[in-house]
Each structure stands twice: as structure tokens, then as C-alpha cells.
């Protein structure tokens, strides 16, 4: 009776060891998902927005595509000429979104460039005239306009060249990993206390167990919109970099993992003539440093 009781003893000991071998087991390969999500995307959402992948726009390769084939500008000039490929590239733009996804159009321009339009550079006037294109029949609110500044012989004086791309995004309300290296945080006019929003929060959360991890360092940059003083959106831009920061320090990242600094209205990515073109400058940049 004793020898029965000593085996079932030793077989039930080995089962329970086997049990907690496969929940840990388990339990890791989850927190490493969740982790490798934060660098840019969601697995999900960068298969959905990559503006490459001809299952998800119906436009193969549309980053190098996009050149005088289809648009046509000239050095200085923010109207395109427009080729006879262009309304067969416009139509597998637009039919190429699916639900829930957005198109984000990237207007270049050389810094040596003189701009005369109303627009902050050439490159938000390129994309809006781009944008006037494409809306009607796309719905304006799906499309986000970028500003790229491009100091390479690309963009040349001596003849037409490409200054527009399109990319698909999936774009969230308070987080937009729309661009491939930094997330961007929104925030709203005055506000620097945008991390009791749920959203960010739970983004924040995975960056802080991913860098506490692996030892990277955070950039964080705050932007403004043009209201206010060029002072005042300088400490504004400031103080929301803090506020990110100040969160993720309580989540027990190091602060000397984080860097923060301010652009103020130095920097915006979209116009500052109308209320949607501002709440896009009103962000902060939020980079993992390797």
C-alpha cells in the first residue's frame, strides 16, 4: 500500500510540473507578441497599411510608381502635370481601399524651392492640389496630408520629377502609426494631459515593458499648431513631451532612457489654415531608439 501511495505521489508531482512548464511556456510567448507589436504597428495593422502590398491597395509597389509616369511637377510649381496613366492610377487607388483604411498622400519639395502659395511649403500644396484629384469621389476625411522635405537630386530644376507619394494607413483617433520610425500622440488645442486617454494608455503600457526590456531609449518631441505665441508653443510642445514622459516613468522606465525635446509651430506635418490641418500639428513624436 505504501509503494502505491509513494508512485501516485511521484506521478501526480510530475504532472503538476508538466502543467506549469506549458502555462509559462504560454504566458511568454504572449508578452512577446504584445511587445514586438509596439514598434511601429500591429502585425495587423502594418499588413493592412502598407502601401506595397497589392492585396491591400490593388496598386502594386505604389511608393516608387507615383513618379512623372502618372504626375508630372515642375521646380517651384505646385499644380502637377497630369499624364494620360494618371485616371487608371486614380481609380486603383480608390477602389484599392478597403473599409477602415486610410490614404495618406505625401507632397515633396526641395527646401531650395521659393514658395508662393498660401501653404506653409510646396509640399502641403502639392498634396492638397492631389487631394482636389481624388475628392470627389473619395470621402476627404479618409485622406491625411504629409509634407516631406527632400534635399536630393531627385527633386530637380531641370526638369519634371516625382513629389508626390500615397501610402494606406489605418489611422486610430489618439495614435497614428501611420509613419514607419515614430507614433504619433495627438492632443487638443491647450491641452498637455492626453495620457488619461485609454488608448494611449495601453500604448504607452507596451512601450514601457518593451524598453524596460531591452534597454532602448525614447525621443520624445512635442508639436503645436500655430495659435499662440511662438514662446508659448514652445513650452506648450515641451510640456506634452513631459506629460508622455512623466507616464512612462511611473510605469518604470528609467528617465534617463528618455530624452524630451520641443519643435513648438516649427514643424507641422499638415496646414495651419484650417481646424483639421491643426489638430494633426498638435502631437507629440514618440521614437524608439535602438
Known sequence: MRAFITALSIFLWLLLGWFLFQSNKDCCQESDGSVTAVDSRDEADENASTSND????????VAADTGPAYLAFNWGQETPEVKEAWQSYKNQLINGLTDGNNLEISGLY???????????????ARANRIKDMLSPPLDGERIQ???KAVDDESLSSDGPFSAVDFRTFIKRNNIDESIPD??????????????????VEDYLNKVAERVKS????????GHTD???SFDENMRLGLERAQAIKNYLVRKGVSASKIRTESKGEASPIATNSTREGRA???RTELQIIK
Do not use: K, M
Open 54 to 61: 497589392a492585396a491591400g491597395t490593388g496598386v502594386d509597389n
Open 110 to 124: 526641395h527646401p531650395d524651392e521659393v514658395n508662393n502659395t498660401s501653404y506653409e511649403n510646396l509640399g502641403l
Open 145 to 147: 496630408l504629409v509634407a
Open 182 to 199: 515614430r507614433t504619433i500622440i495627438r492632443f487638443q488645442q491647450n491641452s498637455t494631459s492626453r495620457v488619461a486617454d485609454p488608448e
Open 214 to 221: 531591452s534597454g532602448e531609449t525614447i525621443r520624445l518631441t
Open 226 to 228: 500655430r495659435l499662440g
Open 280 to 282: 494633426q500639428n498638435r
